[in-house]
Every structure is written in structure tokens, then in C-alpha cells.
Antibody
Framework: EVQLVESGGDLVQPGGSLRLSCAASGFTFSTYCMHWVRQAPGKGLEWISY????????HYADSVKGRFTISRDNAKNSLYLQMNSLRDEDTAVYYC?????????????WGRGTLVTVSS | EIVLTQSPATLSLSPGERATLSCRASQSVSSYLAWYQQKPGQAPRLLIY???NRATGIPARFSGSGSGTDFTLTISSLEPEDFAVYYC??????????FGGGTKVEIK
């Protein structure tokens, strides 16, 4: 089955760190660019990061630049998001999403998401 | 940053009725616009890409149109499973990729 499964979400204090993972299966992960998108409770969707197939091109939203780091391990079919200096406003469900095609900014496969709660 | 404005915020319709959802961009996005459906507690699902192309497995009752700054998602005859929130998203100019605020299609 073609799927993405996120993990690593948790309750963390402001200023803390967390590492999210996204496990891909059912497709050739190494040939797809990947994104992270988040959704605060009761709110809309916010794109936060992109990584190309070979990790040579990486982009971030201004809201997370300098605090979050996207990475991937093609040998392990996995995508990661290292989140540091977490703030209350980072509370959200975090989705990993597959790009429709090389270098594209639309998403044809999404995981079910993992909840990150930042609170003291 | 390109801002996408969706209208209406909520659309109250009955099954079998036609739904027309609008998405307006703050500047031209050519045809680089996608539509997603999201049901409560679920991840978004790609419906339409590049303004008018249905994604794999999407029923023909969903159609997209428009280019430049004005786009429309039409559901020709609402099925019970179509009541959800719909988002538009542009990929012409990024980063950042941007989404509209969403339109909720609810049962009247």
C-alpha cells in the first residue's frame, strides 16, 4: 500500500525540541520530493518546508526558518523534521506530503499527521 | 507572498445540489492552482491540480476551472461524502507555497 506515516509528535514545553519522522512505503521514496505541512487546531493549512530528492534544494517558511530543519534518508525511506526553539504557535498537526512531481509544490499523497503540542 | 482568498467561507447545500467554490489570488498564478478536500480528523486529499486536472481516482462530478487570479471548484451534484472543507493552493511562486483559508461545505 502506498502510504506515509508520521510519528514523533508529543507535548513539549516552549523552547524545547522535537524530531518528527515520516515513513514512506509502497513507492520509490528516493524519486519524490517531499514537504511538511501543518495545521493548527481548528485552522487552515500552512506549508512549512520542502526537500528535493537528493536534499540539494531545501526551502522553509519564514515562520520556521532558523528553528526547523528538514532532512531525509533515502536508504531508510524516511523524512524528518527537527524542530528547535518551539513556541506556543507551533502547536499543530504536522503532515508529511509527497510532491506531485519533481520540484513541484503540490501534494498528491499525505500522511495522517502527528500532533505537536507546545505548552507549559 | 501570494494570498489566496476563498469564498464563501461556508456553503450550506443539500445532497444532489451543485456546489460552486471560489478562489481568488492576489496576483496571477497562471494555472498553477490545486484544490484539496479535507474531512474531520483526516488528512487533505488532492482533488484537482493545475486548475483543471482531476487527480487519480477523483470522481467526474468534481471539476476545476480558471486561470490567472480567479478559479472555481464545482461539484456537480453533491454526494453525502462530499460535505467537507475545501482548500485551494498555489505553486507558481514559492517559497512560500500558500493555501486559501478554506470553504466548508455543510449539509443544509
Amino acid at each position: 500500500e502506498v502510504q506515509l506515516v508520521e510519528s514523533g509528535g508529543d507535548l513539549v514545553q516552549p523552547g524545547g525540541s522535537l524530531r518528527l519522522s515520516c515513513a514512506a512505503s509502497g513507492f520509490t521514496f528516493s524519486t519524490y520530493c517531499m514537504h511538511w505541512v501543518r495545521q493548527a487546531p481548528g485552522k487552515g493549512l500552512e506549508w512549512i518546508s520542502y526537500i528535493s530528492t537528493s536534499s540539494t534544494t531545501i526551502h522553509y517558511a519564514d515562520s520556521v526558518k532558523g528553528r526547523f530543519t528538514i532532512s531525509r534518508d533515502n536508504a531508510k525511506n524516511s523524512l524528518y523534521l527537527q524542530m528547535n526553539s518551539l513556541r506556543d504557535e507551533d502547536t499543530a498537526v504536522y503532515y508529511c506530503a509527497r510532491a506531485v512531481a519533481q520540484g513541484r509544490g503540490d501534494f498528491d499523497l499525505w500522511g495522517r499527521g502527528t500532533l505537536v503540542t507546545v505548552s507549559s | 507572498e501570494i494570498v489566496l482568498t476563498q469564498s464563501p467561507a461556508t456553503l450550506s447545500l443539500s445532497p444532489g445540489e451543485r456546489a460552486t467554490l471560489s478562489c481568488r489570488a492576489s496576483q496571477s498564478v497562471s494555472s498553477y492552482l490545486a484544490w484539496y478536500q479535507q474531512k474531520p480528523g483526516q488528512a487533505p486529499r488532492l482533488l484537482i491540480y493545475d486548475a483543471s486536472n482531476r487527480a487519480t481516482g477523483i470522481p467526474a462530478r468534481f471539476s476545476g476551472s480558471g486561470s490567472g487570479t480567479d478559479f472555481t471548484l464545482t461539484i456537480s451534484s453533491l454526494e453525502p461524502e462530499d460535505f467537507a472543507v475545501y482548500y485551494c493552493q498555489q505553486r507558481l511562486s514559492w517559497p512560500p507555497l500558500t493555501f486559501g483559508g478554506g470553504t466548508k461545505v455543510e449539509i443544509k
